[in-house]
């Protein structure tokens, strides 16, 4: 379906969960965390609900993510039904990827058609300083023994004094491997501010690649379900480099998704806290659900306002899901 602003929406973003076994610093806080309890999230059949009125509205692609999603019991099984539904043409997945040795084969199996991983780091010591956690070893493992397996995007969040030093390391695993590797602009977001941590603009990476690589070659696309990465091609590279750079370029005129929290809840536009509470609609037989959730989806707010300085969304990035 089109909003109010004749974008066409046809990309979900579902989170699964708002639990985690990283705490990355920008991401998620060391404690205090709220934790939910199961009453408070959406069952898997009520998640499988919500997918089903998405397609009728016009998604085609719906992205998984927490959280981390591999924490949620019987993911493959939730995977397999959604890609059962008339209308959808892709399910993905996003994870941190510290249980994806013990996931792959049955995520592959229930019909997945892409994983995102999110690495920012290929240093054992930064990773554990960054995301708290001393598990680098078994990601890199997972990531390892996937590759050539399904189409694997890595994402990182290039940061000042973090990882500046690894950007052509992290790039260079899109040379022998057919993968994408994408840059992703820290985000006003969640604990981005109170961490202290820095991102690096989108246009400095790009002059780093370009000094040590050569010229980075545009990818036009046509397919409608990509999303806001912008692509290019580097000479002698099997795979490619992606960009999403929300802060120096809005790509707000063509955002063609919505988010649905682990609570329920319809989030339209990432920078904003305003939606639709499916979980208590649903719960309570709302009769007209899907019209409410249509009208939600018409009025998604034009543009975010971050380079106003305006947060307007308090909730963390794993509350929302990336
Ligand atoms: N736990 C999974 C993971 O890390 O891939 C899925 C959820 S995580 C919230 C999804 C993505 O959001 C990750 O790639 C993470 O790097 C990114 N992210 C979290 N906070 C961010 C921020 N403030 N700015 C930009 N990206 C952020
Ligand atoms: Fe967890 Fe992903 Fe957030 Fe890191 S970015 S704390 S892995 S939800």
């Not at 996003?94 to 996931?103: A, H």
């Not at 659900?289 to 009208?295: A, S, V």
Request: hydrophobic content about 35%; charged content about 25%.
């Amino acid at each position: 379906m089109k909003d109010q602003f004749n974008r066409e929406i046809n990309y979900a973003r579902i989170s699964v969960t708002d639990r985690c076994n990283l705490r990355c610093r920008y991401c998620m806080p060391e404690c205090g965390v709220k934790k939910l309890s199961h009453a408070d999230i959406l069952t898997l059949e009520e998640i499988l609900s919500v997918a089903e009125i998405f397609s009728r509205l016009g998604i085609k692609k719906i992205r998984i993510t927490g959280g981390e999603p591999l924490l949620r019991r019987n993911l493959p099984d939730l995977i397999r039904k959604i890609k059962d539904i008339r209308g959808i043409e892709q399910v993905t997945l996003t994870t941190n990827g510290v249980l994806l040795k013990n996931f792959a084969q049955e995520l592959i199996s229930a019909g997945l058609d892409g994983i995102n991983l999110s690495l920012d780091t290929l240093n054992e010591k930064t990773f554990s300083d960054l995301t708290r956690r001393k598990l680098f070893p078994q990601i890199l493992e997972g990531f390892q023994d996937l590759i050539g397996k399904i189409p694997l995007k890595i994402n990182c969040v290039p940061l000042r004094g973090v990882n500046d030093e690894e950007i052509l390391k992290i790039a260079a695993l899109a040379e022998n491997n057919s993968i994408s590797v994408r840059f992703i602009e820290l985000m006003p977001i969640g604990c981005a501010f109170e961490s202290g941590l820095r991102g690096i603009p989108t246009a400095e990476i790009f002059s780093t690649l370009e000094k040590n690589f050569g010229e980075l070659i545009p990818i036009y696309s046509k397919n409608s379900l990509q999303g806001p990465a912008q692509y290019f091609k580097i000479k002698n590279f099997s795979g490619q480099i992606g960009f999403i750079d929300a802060l120096e370029h809005k790509f707000c005129g063509n955002c063609n998704r919505i988010r649905l929290t682990a609570e329920g809840f319809l989030k339209t536009c990432l920078s904003f806290d305003s939606g639709l509470d499916i979980k208590n609609l649903l719960r309570s037989g709302d009769k007209n659900l899907e019209e409410r959730i249509r009208e939600t989806i018409y009025r998604k707010p034009r543009e975010h306002s971050w380079e106003l300085g305006i947060r307007n969304e308090k909730l963390g990035m794993y509350r929302i899901g990336g």
